[in-house]
């Protein structure tokens, strides 16, 4: 017999030869999706076992002895006082299940198909982690598992109180807060008068960029601010090289406060992604901020492991990622950059299965010129090799995904001076106008799927929606030509200057936005 949230179906039955069964549903968390997980309890007359299946890793292996204790110290009959063999499966077979947010679900099939308790499972969900004395402890991955709630048609989930204030970011779910197996027990039997109070979500809070760091505390780079300002409105890469000390560390942290609030969409989304990574604590209203250090390894930066699990360039999805010390990566992380800058996203590949993990944000570089950084000075002392060896880490495919190239020279000390300190909160200005550009550019992809910035578009956007002169055309194919700008720089230079004209409130790229695009993409390394 087959039962689900669709059919309905009985919560248990018995057969012949005294086996009972039973069924509960609970979610596998991953991304871009989480999984429906159907949990199977058989309970069959013999000498006692406990076993689950279902490629089980060893954390939900574990469940047996973390709901067996769970189950006696609730005041009910622990499974391994039965002369019961007790199956446990985890539906579908082929389906990796990692972590523990099967205990709840796991208990309740067992309890089930006991005939301890009864009620009627379809329709709910159940995830969470229980102690040995019974409570619930929070769980990875809940907006996931919520999400997937709502798109099978569930219409009540039960979680730990811990993680409730996540899951009720998705509308259209009844979320019930659970602090122990004694309570949801409670709360399931109809005879019972207790209930658990269904979760209200908090209203969404304004937020109020914090940041260490202020474009006010930067003394002069004008233009390195400049180029932020651009890079932070169309979400452009950006690398910014200059000599050691002179603020390009700096102005990295400045330019996560210049980016706008996530919409809504893009919140559950990336806090879907960092709740599965657990480097989480609630929602994420704001465009995230991840410095990998150099050391890095490709798995840390790009994703992968035995079971594929997302990297720092997934992290940083809707965000920013910072490579300080850019050509210090090691030379095959660095050219690794290359799915997450073009497509967006990066697919990993291993022996136990293919993931493909969404890497949309806007990367931002600091390098020096040489090793020492102090090339074109008397101070350098790299040796000819040793400075094209430095440079040559950057591979040119790599080099023409970066949009701008910003020189950050040094700053005399008279602009150092504690007199010259600007007052005025420069990155709220800042701020303002890349808000308004940003707003021009929703308008203007209204409707487009996965297109919300410049950075986004694609040669078909670029011919029927950037607003292209003639002569800002001609002004870009001449500078192409003797630039010997590649197909992708081409493209690329065209959604810069998109990005200048918004900022300008232009309707249309004109050559002065076009000239100034172009001298982005020129660089002396």
């Given amino acids: 017999m087959h039962c689900g949230p669709a059919d309905g179906g009985a919560a248990w039955y018995n057969v012949a030869m005294g086996s009972n069964f039973a069924r509960t549903f609970g979610a596998q968390p991953s991304l871009p999706h989480a999984h429906l997980v159907s949990v199977e309890a058989d309970l069959a007359r013999g000498l006692h076992a406990f076993s ?4 089980p890793d060893k954390a939900v292996e574990e469940a047996r002895d973390r709901v067996a204790s769970a189950i006696k110290n609730s005041g009910l ?8 063999k007790i199956v446990i499966s985890l539906a579908p077979a082929e389906l990796k299940k990692e972590g ?3 205990d709840l679900p796991v208990a309740l099939s067992y309890l089930l198909a006991a005939e301890d308790v009864d009620f009627e499972p379809a329709g709910k969900l159940f995830a969470g982690e229980l102690a040995l004395d019974g409570t619930l402890r929070p769980i990875r991955g809940t907006l996931s598992i919520a999400l997937l709630a709502r798109e099978k048609k569930f219409t009540e989930l039960f979680i730990p109180v811990e993680n409730a204030d996540e899951a009720a970011l998705v509308s259209g779910i009844t979320i019930y807060p659970v602090r122990s197996l004694t309570d949801i027990l409670a709360h399931l ?3 019972n008068e207790f209930a658990i109070a269904a979760h209200v979500a908090t209203p969404r809070k304004e937020s109020g ?3 260490d760091v202020s474009l006010s505390d930067i003394r002069g780079q004008d233009s390195a601010k400049r180029g932020l300002e651009i890079a932070a409105a169309g979400r452009h890469n950006i690398a910014l090289y200059g000599p050691p000390g002179t603020g390009k560390t700096m102005l990295a942290r400045a330019a ?3 980016l706008p609030d996530l919409s809504d969409d893009e919140m559950i989304e990336v806090t879907s992604i960092h709740s599965l990574a657990g480097t989480n604590d609630g929602a994420v209203f704001r465009p995230p901020f991840r410095s990998p250090h150099h050391t890095s390894s490709y798995a840390s930066l790009i994703g992968g492991g035995t079971i594929p699990r997302p ?6 999805h809707r965000g920013l ?9 090691h030379r095959d992380v660095v050219n690794a950059l290359r799915e997450p800058l073009e497509d967006a996203q990066v697919s990993v590949a291993r022996a136990r299965g293919t993931a493909t993990f969404p890497a949309n944000f806007m990367l931002v570089a600091a390098l020096n010129p040489c090793p020492c950084g102090k090339y074109g000075t008397r101070e350098c002392r790299c040796m000819p090799h040793s400075i094209e060896k430095y440079r040559r880490k950057i591979s040119g495919p790599v080099a023409d995904r970066i949009d701008m190239w910003v020189q950050v020279g040094d700053m005399p000390p008279e602009t150092l001076a504690i007199k010259h300190r600007r007052t005025d909160d420069q990155s709220k200005i800042v701020r303002e106008r890349i808000t308004k550009a940003r707003d021009r550019q929703l308008a203007r992809f209204k409707g487009l799927k996965d297109i919300s910035t410049n950075a986004d578009m694609g040669p078909k956007e670029i011919e029927s929606r950037a607003g292209l002169t003639q002569k800002a055309e001609d002004t870009l194919v001449g500078a192409a030509r003797s630039m010997k700008l590649s197909a992708r720089g081409y493209h690329r230079t065209i959604k810069l200057a998109r990005t200048i004209a918004d900022l300008a409130e232009s309707e249309t790229i004109e050559p002065a936005h076009m000239l100034e695009a172009l001298q982005y993409r020129q660089r002396d390394l």
Avoid at 52 to 55: M, P, S, T
Avoid at 77 to 84: G, H
Wanted: proline share 5%.
């Fill in 311 to 316: 990297g720092e360039v997934t992290l940083a």
């Fill in 321 to 329: 990622l910072f490579l300080d010390e850019f050509p210090e990566f």
């Fill in 77 to 84: 009959i622990s499974p391994k006082s039965t002369n019961k």
């Fill in 209 to 211: 960029y914090e940041s």
């Fill in 100 to 102: 523990a947010a099967f």
């Fill in 189 to 191: 039997d109809n005879k």
């Fill in 52 to 55: 689950i299946v279902g490629l």
């Fill in 256 to 258: 996560a406060a210049l």
